[in-house]
Every structure is written in C-alpha cells, then in structure tokens.
C-alpha cells in the first residue's frame, strides 16, 4: 500500500472540529483515554495468548516524551490492528450508532464534552484537543513486520495511511501537541495525571525518568520508571483505596457521572470471588434509547487478575444493566472461552449473589437516604421495574424497592406500597391504582372522586412499564392491589351508595335500556356508579379486560389490542340522570336522546384523556346544545 489519503466520515469531521476547537479545561483526560486503549490492546492480546501460546510478551505501556518535536509518545505491545481495522475504528464513530451520536452532539454543549467521549467510545480522537498532528503505527497480533500501518492526521479533513514495517506487534501513538500545550512534555505533568487516572491499570506503565544521580557528582540520569501502582483496586482491602480512588476508577469503568454506591467486597463460601460494584448517579444519555447498543450491559470479568471480558452478561441481569462493575473469580479456569462462559453454573452463582447485594444496597439507601434514592429512582425506575416481570425468584425484594406518585402526596415525592399501606385508613381494604400518561391528567379522573371523598390515596403509576409491573403484583402484605377503573371497586362501607344505586337501577330502568341499546357497539354495560361524586360518568373496564392506558400504548406501539368493550358508569346523583329520564318518558322517540347518549360517551372518554372518535360530530352536538341553552336563556 502507497500513501493513501482518505476522507473522515462527517461525524468524525464534526467531532474533531469540536475537539480541535474545545475549551473544555480538563485537557488531561486524552492521556487517560489514550491510556486505556492501550490497555484494552493489551487486556486482547493477553486473552488471546491464553489460547495462543505463539503470543507472548512483556506486556506493558510506555510513555515517551519528545521534547524536541514537542511530542508525547504511548506504546503498547497489545493486539494492534490491522488495515481494515484502522479505517473502521479510527475512521468512523462505529459503534454507538453514529444518528444518536450526532444528534447528543448537536444538542451538547461544552460541559457534556467528556460524556461524549465516554459514551460514544471516541477517546482516541480527545487528542485533537491539545495535538495539532497524531500519528498511530500499528501491528496486529499474528501479521508479519511488514504488514503494520502508519496512520496519521491533522484532526481536519482527512487522513493518511501507509504500508510501514514494525518489529513489535502493538500500537504506537504519537501526540504532536499544539505549541500551546507544551506542559504536557513535563515529566511531573504526565506522571501526576498517571497517578490520578490510570493508576489502577494492570500493567506497568514505563517512562523514562531524569533524575540526578548522588553518587555521581548529581549528574543527570534517565532511567525507566514505572509510574502506576499497577494494583488492581478491587484486589484492595477496602479501608485502603480512597474515594478519590474510587471515583477514578468509576469513570474509567462508566465514563461519566459519579457513583451514589460503592460496593466493594470478597464474596466466600460456595463460590469465591471479589467484586467491586457501583451504583451510578445519573443515566448517560444514551441509557433509554432503543439502539440495541445502549441496552449493552455486564460486568467486566477477571480471573485471578486475568482480564476476560468487559461485557459479561451471566453476572447480572438486564434489569440492573446500569450498575457498573468487576468480577474477580479464583473458581473459574483460566482458559475460559466466551462461548463456555455461557454454559458455567458458577458465574449463575456468582450473579445471585451480585443481584442480592445490589437489591439489599438498594433497600439500605431506600430505608436511610430516602432523598438521594427518589433521585436515583428517577433515572433507573424504570430499568428496575423490568425486573418486577423478569425475576421471579426476586421480585418480593423488587416489589419493596418500587415508589409511585400518589393522590395524596406532593408532586415532587414518591411513595412505597409499604408507606401506602401504613397510611391506609382501617375501614380501607385494597391498595388503589391508577395507569396513565401523566399526574395531570390523573389527578382530575372522575375514577377517583369517592376514594377522595373517603380519604383514601391512589397510586399514581404513570410509566408505561407500570401496566407490565401491575400484571406481576397482585397484592402487598395481603392487600390487593385494584386498578380503580376496573370492575366492581369494593370501597369498604358502602351499603349507602349501594341501596341509593339499586333505588336508581329500578327508578331509571328504561333509561339503562336505552343507553345500552344505542351504545351497544361501544359498551358492554351501562351501570351506576360506585366511584363517582360529581362527574355525571365515567367509563371502566371490566376487571380482567386491559385499560385504557394500556389501549393507548399499544395503539403508539401500532399494535392492535383485540377491541374489548367497557362499562359505561353514571353517576346516580348527577342531574342529568333525572333530566335524561324526563326526556324519555316524554316522547322515547325523541332523536335528541340518541345524540345525549353519544355525547355522554365521548364525554367520559374525554375525562380519561382518551381521544374520540368522531370529534367534528361532538363538536357539532356540543354547538347545537349552546344554541338550544342560549334560546331558553333569553
Ligand atoms: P473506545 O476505546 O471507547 O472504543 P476510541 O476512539 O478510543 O474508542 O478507539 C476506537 C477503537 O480503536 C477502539 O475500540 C479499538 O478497537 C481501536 N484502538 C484504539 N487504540 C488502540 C490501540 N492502542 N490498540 C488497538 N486498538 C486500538
């Protein structure tokens, strides 16, 4: 291959033009991502010499500085890559689906700088934040010399490639940095950022090191340093590794954001590892988009400090994929491949322990810092809530960590089933639920007008998750749950609005008759009301029938639910009800009847927040009725 000048992609185009001209202020963070590529090569490479025994190597990082070129060199001799594999990861922004990458990027500003790196896995290119050329020659794993590629690039709008020969296999990247950040050819300026983020990578990182030796005179030596610590912080007795430490060590793992939960411990007995997990503060954003990408999730995995893989997913289930995290098992083989990792009982072990912890992490923080969970749930509530329907054996413990809104608290609190039940007034026997969009249109349903009356609270359920949740619990500390717009409501002591309903169903039989007839196609049953005390009706589903809600996610999912009929309510003390009887028994032939019952109808598929069918005919009816209204006024 001769020199070859390729165009970047356009959203690597925008990227660096972004970095080229940043003034996001921590700078020194394209060290650590340069850093810790080299020691993903590394973690590859070693992987593969489990299986390989051709693949042999010191394995290391070395730092060099160039002072005269004013540049700042980092060598690995970890997997490398091949032609093709430089075009498509240095080239393009593959893996993060490059819409959503474009689209957080647009919408970014400064400050989200460093989540974009993190998120869309662009580290490589924050170099162009203090470099004005970069230069990265690589050799993969198993290629002859000659076969390594030598990339380099102004950060503008394109990049050259060419054939090259190299001895090692491994990359090598060269930082040619801007004459503004010539700070970062100090010896002292590399070795403190070392220290502060990368400390805990697994592998020596080597540099040259001046030093003036006292033997001789003080003359001035260079010799080979290693800078980090190398220990792996979760081999680490808890008491030792500082927050500070732990923090770093968080980003490296999440890229972004802070942990609220740190936990850190050596798990004996059945199975022994060591594991060190966090809970993440806020969602990245990313976290709730449908590319299949986002919903990655696993912890990484290491066997006896081997690394095996960053994505494992028989440690932990999809539902706590926002925990961050890693797993040291000395039960596992070394030689373990991906594929067997799939079939292995103990990483099944492993997880039940890691998911008890997590849920009991998640409990204390409940019981004892309730504010900081409420935040918490608001990012991760409905992640969490997938395992309410996926994970039986937990979904007790699952069911304790879940908070709602309710009618009778603030907007901005949440309540559990256990505070709800603590509430509960003793003549009141079930929990009451609502589903739909939102507090708002919640608040104002005519479904909740007698439980208020009553002082009873209602959950507010609003996440679309919530009907899925609600079909897996049916009950708190043997109290049902009940959706108050379904089936018969049983409020407790009612025999008054019972003995007034069945007066009512007698009185307004031939009402009921017509109702029903003309509203056949839409209604199953036309009934008086337990629930109402102003509103002149509503409508319910039967109590195994989906709500409305849930219509209403499937029709926005375009997936037909079969069509069930619902009940038609009145309100047995509303006016209407005696002024639509008069109507009939004075002429039952009268076509304006048959408008009322459409319009009532619509009316209570209105309060829901449902959408009707025919709104120009209601609109009509509604201006025909302010006509007759305003003529009788005068
Ligand atoms: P990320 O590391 O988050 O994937 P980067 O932009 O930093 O994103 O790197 C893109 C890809 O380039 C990496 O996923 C890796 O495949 C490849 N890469 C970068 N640096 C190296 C290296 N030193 N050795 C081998 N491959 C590398």
Same mark, same amino acid.
Request: proline share 3%.
């Given at each position: 291959m001769s020199k070859n000048v390729k165009q !970047?992609?356009?959203?690597?185009?925008?990227?660096?033009?972004?970095?080229?001209?940043?003034?996001?202020?921590?700078?020194?963070?394209?060290?650590?991502?340069?850093?810790?590529?080299?020691?993903?090569?590394?973690?590859?490479?070693?992987?593969?010499?489990?299986?390989?025994?051709?693949?042999?190597?010191?394995?290391?990082?070395?730092?060099?500085?160039d002072k005269e070129n004013n540049a700042i060199k980092v060598i690995d001799n970890g997997i490398g890559m091949t032609d093709e594999e430089v075009v498509d990861n240095i080239g393009t922004i593959a893996k993060s689906g490059t819409k959503a990458f474009m689209k957080a990027m647009e919408e970014s500003s400064e400050a989200d700088l460093p989540e974009l790196i993190g998120q869309f896995g662009v580290g490589f290119y924050s170099s162009f934040m203090v470099a004005d050329k970069v230069e990265l020659v690589t050799r993969k794993v198993g290629e002859t010399a000659d076969k390594a590629v030598k990339w380099t690039s102004n950060g503008k709008e394109s990049y050259e490639l060419e054939n090259v020969n190299k001895s090692e296999h491994g990359t090598t990247v060269t930082i040619f940095l801007n004459k503004e950040f010539s700070v970062y050819t100090e010896e002292y300026k590399i070795k403190t950022i070392i220290k502060k983020y990368s400390d805990y990578i697994e592998y020596p990182i080597e540099m040259p090191i001046t030093k003036l030796d006292e033997e001789d005179e003080g003359k001035e030596i260079v010799a080979d340093e290693i800078i980090n610590s190398q220990k792996a912080i979760w081999l680490r007795n808890p008491s030792d590794?500082?927050?500070?430490?732990?923090?770093?060590?968080?980003?490296? @793992?999440?890229?972004?954001?802070?942990?609220?939960?740190?936990?850190?411990? /050596?798990? &004996?007995?059945?199975? &022994?590892?060591?594991? #060190? #997990?966090?809970?993440?503060?806020?969602?990245?954003?990313?976290?709730?988009?449908?590319?299949?990408?986002?919903?990655?999730?696993? $912890?990484?995995?290491?066997?006896?400090? /081997?690394?095996?893989?960053?994505?494992?997913?028989?440690?932990?289930?999809?539902?706590?994929?926002?925990?961050?995290?890693?797993?040291?098992?000395?039960?596992?083989?070394?030689?373990?491949?991906?594929?067997? $990792?799939?079939?292995?009982?103990?990483?099944?072990?492993? *997880? =039940?322990?890691?998911?008890?912890?997590? $849920?009991?992490? #998640?409990? +204390?923080?409940?019981?004892? =810092?309730?504010?900081?969970?409420?935040?918490? !749930?608001?990012?991760?509530?409905?992640?969490?809530?997938?395992?309410?329907?996926?994970?039986?054996?937990?979904?007790?413990? @699952? *069911?304790?960590? @879940?908070? !709602?809104? =309710?009618?009778?608290?603030?907007?901005?609190?949440?309540?559990?089933?256990?505070?709800?039940?603590?509430?509960?007034?003793? =003549?009141?026997?079930?929990?009451?639920?609502?589903?739909?969009?939102?507090?708002?249109?919640?608040?104002?349903?005519?479904?909740?007008?007698?439980?208020?009356?009553?002082?009873?609270?209602? #959950?507010?359920?609003?996440?679309?998750?919530? &009907?899925?949740?609600?079909?897996?619990?049916?009950?708190?500390?043997?109290? +049902?749950? *009940?959706? /108050?717009?379904?089936?018969?409501?049983?409020?407790?002591?009612?025999?008054?609005?019972?003995? *007034?309903?069945?007066?009512?169903?007698?009185?307004?039989?031939?009402?009921?008759?017509? $109702?029903? +007839?003309?509203?056949? /196609?839409?209604?199953?049953?036309?009934?008086?009301?337990?629930? @109402?005390?102003?509103?002149?009706c509503c409508l319910v589903a039967d109590q195994y029938d989906p709500s409305a809600q849930m219509e209403r996610i499937f029709k926005a999912m375009n997936q037909d639910l079969p069509e069930s009929k619902r009940i038609l309510e009145l309100n047995a003390n509303h006016p209407l009800v005696d002024a639509l009887q008069g109507l009939y028994d004075a002429n039952n032939e009268n076509p304006v009847l048959g408008e009322y019952a459409e319009m009532i109808y619509d009316q209570a598929v209105l309060t829901e927040g449902g959408i009707i069918n025919d709104p120009l005919k209601f609109t009509q009816r509604v201006s025909n009725l302010m006509v007759l209204g305003a003529k009788n006024k005068k």
């Open positions: !970047f992609k356009t959203e690597v185009q925008h990227l660096l033009d972004l970095m080229i001209h940043s003034l996001y202020s921590n700078k020194d963070i394209f060290l650590r991502e340069i850093i810790a590529n080299a020691a993903d090569a590394i973690d590859k490479a070693r992987f593969e010499a489990l299986t390989n025994k051709d693949i042999n190597a010191d394995w290391k990082v070395r730092i060099e500085i590794v500082t927050e500070e430490e732990y923090r770093n060590f968080f980003e490296h @793992l999440a890229h972004f954001g802070e942990p609220l939960r740190t936990m850190h411990y /050596v798990a &004996e007995g059945k199975t &022994e590892f060591k594991a #060190l #997990l966090y809970l993440p503060k806020t969602a990245p954003m990313q976290f709730y988009a449908p590319d299949p990408d986002a919903r990655k999730h696993g $912890l990484h995995l290491y066997v006896k400090r /081997v690394f095996i893989t960053d994505e494992c997913k028989e440690l932990i289930p999809e539902y706590l994929r926002f925990v961050k995290g890693v797993v040291d098992s000395s039960d596992l083989p070394l030689n373990v491949s991906r594929e067997i $990792l799939q079939e292995n009982a103990l990483l099944g072990k492993i *997880q =039940s322990n890691v998911v008890r912890k997590i $849920l009991s992490e #998640l409990k +204390k923080t409940k019981n004892n =810092s309730f504010d900081e969970y409420y935040e918490f !749930f608001k990012e991760f509530g409905k992640t969490l809530k997938e395992g309410i329907a996926t994970d039986n054996a937990n979904r007790e413990k @699952l *069911q304790e960590l @879940l908070i !709602f809104e =309710s009618m009778n608290t603030d907007a901005t609190k949440m309540i559990s089933f256990a505070d709800y039940v603590q509430a509960m007034p003793e =003549s009141q026997k079930e929990i009451y639920y609502i589903t739909g969009e939102s507090r708002n249109m919640l608040e104002n349903s005519p479904h909740l007008e007698q439980l208020k009356s009553k002082g009873y609270d209602v #959950l507010f359920m609003t996440d679309p998750i919530d &009907e899925w949740v609600v079909q897996h619990i049916h009950n708190y500390a043997d109290k +049902k749950l *009940q959706a /108050v717009g379904k089936g018969e409501i049983d409020l407790g002591d009612t025999a008054e609005v019972e003995e *007034q309903n069945k007066e009512a169903t007698e009185k307004h039989k031939t009402l009921l008759e017509y $109702l029903q +007839k003309t509203l056949d /196609v839409k209604v199953k049953e036309v009934r008086f009301s337990k629930r @109402l005390t102003d509103s002149a």
